[in-house]
Nanobody
Framework: VQLQASGGGLVQPGGSLRLSCAAS????????MGWYRQAPGKQRELVAR???????NYADAVKGRFTISIDNAKNTVYLQMTSLKPEDTAVYYC?????????????WGQGTQVTVSS
């Protein structure tokens, strides 16, 4: 199983970015997909996650600004980020909790850099 993330980059404060993450390989069922982030010198933290049924939860810091969505047919999760702030700068990691035919397990993408700066 592989998770391929894309969409990071440099954006000015107040701007928007959309992250995508596609899961591929031996996937029988996806339970949850989500995004985490890690800023320099800080621990990795949950940004948002969504179940295959569409149930979502968000970190308080991003509520009202970020929207997570999932395309179950494509095994792809998206993170629409708006009103970006410098404190959103971090490496964003995609995560999936899925059944690969043997058991449910957590999988991680390679990370994509998001930099919010003027």
């Amino acid at each position: 199983v592989q998770l391929q993330a894309s969409g990071g980059g440099l954006v000015q404060p107040g701007g928007s970015l959309r992250l995508s993450c596609a899961a591929s390989g031996s996937i029988r069922d996806i339970d949850t997909m989500g995004w985490y982030r890690q800023a320099p010198g800080k621990q990795r933290e949950l940004v948002a996650r969504i179940t295959s049924g569409g149930r979502t939860n968000y970190a308080d810091a991003v509520k009202g600004r970020f929207t997570i969505s999932i395309d179950n047919a494509k095994n792809t999760v998206y993170l629409q980020m708006t009103s970006l702030k410098p404190e959103d700068t971090a490496v964003y990691y995609c995560n999936a909790y899925l059944f690969d035919g043997r058991w449910y397990d957590n999988y991680w993408g390679q990370g994509t850099q998001v930099t919010v700066s003027s």
